[in-house]
């Protein structure tokens, strides 16, 4: 049995019940000397509807897109296929700086890129998106290992999220939406910085959850 022993201090004897409380006091000085740390705040996102995050180049749908709160649109001007683009301006400068296209082997903080998709589209009839059977098969011919690729609809619009990553390490993220005005399809890349980090995935989760219908 374990035994409860009474306490000499000063002289006089500190029976258990005062011991246990002068612990507990002392507890409580010590770790209000020594707080935790506190926990930092999570980074901001800013709304978008559907017009402005794709820079207006496709029918305006009921969708709302978020973003990290200093990420900005840039357009190149290139038409619907090479798309809108977001992400901090001076990652954008560096990223959009040749005429002939864009390069993402500079990215600090990670560029989503928002397009027309020019070789895939979505049957409403049979809920799938063209070469979808084949799409892992191509992913790993392509060199993309490990990937995973789920449906999720997006208020009532269907979409195809893809993941996985090259031979290098550099992780995937893409986004296939069905516009629903037409089969035309809306691709969403979403380029890592280029140190590589675990909160990558975190940053392309996020985006893909607030995704959601708007009114």
């Not at 402005?52 to 900005?72: D, K, N, Q």
């Not at 589209?121 to 011919?141: I, P, Q, V």
Request: glycine share 10%; hydrophobic share 45%; aromatic share 10%.
């Amino acid at each position: 049995m374990l035994k409860v022993v009474s306490r000499r201090r000063g002289g006089a004897i500190l029976r258990p019940g005062v011991f246990v409380s002068l612990l507990l006091a002392s507890s409580a000085v010590s770790a209000a000397a020594n707080p935790a740390p506190a926990t930092a705040p999570a980074p901001a996102w800013k709304a978008a509807d559907f017009a402005t995050a794709t820079c207006g180049y496709l029918a305006a749908i009921p969708l709302t897109f978020a973003f990290p709160s200093e990420f900005v649109s840039r357009n190149p001007k290139r038409g619907p296929q090479a798309g809108c683009f977001w992400g901090t301006p001076a990652d954008l400068t560096r990223a959009l700086g040749d005429p002939k296209g864009a390069h993402f082997d500079n990215v600090s903080t990670g560029i989503f890129w928002i397009r027309l998709a020019g070789n895939i589209r979505f049957d409403a009839k049979t809920g799938k998106f063209s070469g979808e059977a084949t799409l892992e098969k191509n992913l790993a011919g392509s060199g993309v290992a490990g990937a995973k690729i789920r449906h999720r609809t997006f208020g009532r619009y269907p979409g195809l999220v893809v993941s996985g990553h090259t031979a290098n390490g550099a992780e995937i993220y893409m986004l296939y939406l069905g516009h629903g005005v037409d089969d035309r399809v809306i691709l969403v890349n979403y380029r890592p910085p280029t140190k590589a980090s675990p909160a990558d995935a975190v940053v392309w989760e996020k985006f893909i959850d607030a995704i959601h219908g708007s009114r």
